[in-house]
């Protein structure tokens, strides 16, 4: 549902997430959301309410709004208020013209759902819906001059008619990405991107793994039945591959091995006769000998036997 989403705004709903679990919240409500969106976009507030809006002001009168905490859930829902203003959001970006839904959209929705925490914080610092859409409409927020096209095409490149493979047409090392889930293809997408930003000629399983790591965090944690962040993933992977000050081309080739890895996650999809999903694509790098991503999922705590047992029982196979 966040392919139209900014790489900023999807930030700001995985900090909202961890806001919530942190809390001890039962769910993910709107002033989770306020704190993400914070944290993902630093600037944004400040412009609407000026410098007293800091991370660290909305912790403390947050935490004088909600009430006692209960026992950490891996899978957080979203609140009704929150759901709520993902729709105004998307309203909003329809209002302004946009074909993405970026972190001042997200503003906007929260500045719209009446009477909730968010919206009683930020019109007590300033934050006023006309005052904002123009200033969006006039100036648009730099998260969007920066991002707005990559994120458009990520939403073009993602609306395929979704079918099943035909496993029987299909050589294990050729299929198509057409056959993988929406979530998938976003990691793959992801995956080039990274590759692109360290300066490499091709994508390696390292450059899956975050990928996977940005689209799926969630579900990578549930399936090694972990609940933390994963800070020392990027310093791992960085340690091999450094940063160069000249990123490359996107469309680039993939190298031999994360064929390979490819083409043992669609194995794992033609045992469940299914689409190539998040799970599978695990299960690629775990299975694929001598692969470095396959060992930080293994240190992690994720195994090919336990990834595979988690998939199956969710696609009920």
Sequence with gaps: MFERYTENARRAIFFAWEEARAAGAAEIGTEHLLLGLGRADQELLARIAGESATEEAFQEAIAKTTGESVAAKKDLPLSKQCKRVLAFSAEEAER?????????????????????????????LGGDLEKVRKGMTVEPFEEH???????????????????????????LGKVGFEFYTEQARRAIFYARWEASQRGMGKMEPEHLLLGLWREAAWEINELAGRTDAWPELRERI???????????????????????VLALAADEAKGMKSQVGVGHLILGLLRREDCFAGDLLRERGAEAEAVRTAVREELGS
């Design 96 to 124: 302004l013209g946009s074909r993405v839904i970026g972190t001042g959209h997200l503003l906007l929705g929260l500045i719209r759902e009446k009477g909730s925490v968010a919206e009683r914080l930020l019109q007590s």
């Design 145 to 171: 001059a920066k991002e707005g096209a990559e994120a458009a095409a990520i939403h073009s490149a993602y609306q395929h008619v979704r079918r099943l493979p035909d496993w029987n047409t299909q050589e």
């Design 238 to 260: 960085a340690e091999r591959m450094p940063l160069t000050a000249v990123p490359t081309s996107a469309d680039m080739a993939l190298s031999d091995e994360l064929n390979e």
